[in-house]
């Protein structure tokens, strides 16, 4: 069926570098795409969405770049704090039984190093 | 304005036995959605309620149900509970669903850890 690719599993940076995080998705009507972050023992929070109308989209140190003809977005975090060290979920909305529902990644284990 | 609430955080079950988790969104969201979040298979779509209807189911057995109330509250339940059902079950609510539009963004809850003995 119709899924969600995210790479890579596990992400160690230092504090300060960037880090970027990448998914592919199959379904091409798929046309908004959220980006969580979870923390331990927490339930996923957004942190940044994109539609397919847009092609990038900036919040502070994140942001979140779209390419609908190769089918994939990308999550960009810099001058990254330890703060930042979570598990990081992309999305893509699509089509399930004939409705939209949201389709998540595998996840990233982010780890910034003090 | 209150986020996703779900309760209770923690239970524990043995097999066999039945189980009734509940979800309130954030005020003036109507719809509901459910995830079910394991280790081996990440976060998994179950359904999705809409002004008290179900409006979209993900490929999960006949065992796992729920249900909305008028005042978009979402209970789901699960039947003759097995050892593979333990997981995290996360509620998520947004204003108008998988709609497509910008009320379709989701917010979830602190999720309700079940384990299943």
């Known amino acids: 069926g119709e899924n969600v690719e995210q790479h890579p599993s596990t992400l160690s940076v230092q504090e300060g570098d960037s880090a970027v995080i990448k998914c592919t998705y199959s379904?091409?009507?798929?046309?908004?795409f959220p980006w969580y972050k979870q923390e331990l023992g927490k339930g996923p929070q957004l942190i940044i969405d994109i539609r397919s109308n847009v092609g990038e989209k900036k919040d502070q140190r994140i942001a979140v770049t779209l390419n609908k003809t190769a089918k994939h977005f990308s999550l960009h975090i810099t001058e990254t704090q330890p703060e930042d060290s979570a598990v990081y979920f992309c999305a893509a909305s699509i089509f399930v039984a004939g409705r939209r529902a949201l389709t998540f990644g595998s996840g990233t284990r982010l780890q910034v190093q003090p | 304005k209150a986020g996703v609430t779900q309760t209770p955080r923690y239970l524990i079950k043995t097999r066999g036995q039945q189980v009734t988790l509940s979800c309130s969104p954030i005020s003036g969201h109507r719809s509901v959605s459910w995830y079910q979040q394991t280790p081996g298979q990440g976060l998994q779509f179950l359904f999705e309620y809409f002004s008290e209807t179900q409006r979209n189911k993900g490929n999960f057995p006949g065992r796992f149900s729920g249900r909305q109330f008028s005042n978009s509250r979402s209970e789901m339940n699960v039947s003759t509970l097995e050892l593979g059902d333990s997981a995290l079950y996360l509620c998520?609510?947004?204003?108008?669903?998988?709609?497509?539009?910008?009320?379709?963004?989701?917010?979830f809850g602190p999720g309700t850890r079940l384990t299943v003995l």
């Open positions: 998520a609510s947004s204003l108008a669903g998988t709609s497509g539009g910008a009320g379709d963004t989701q917010y």
């Open positions: 379904d091409s009507a798929s046309n908004y």
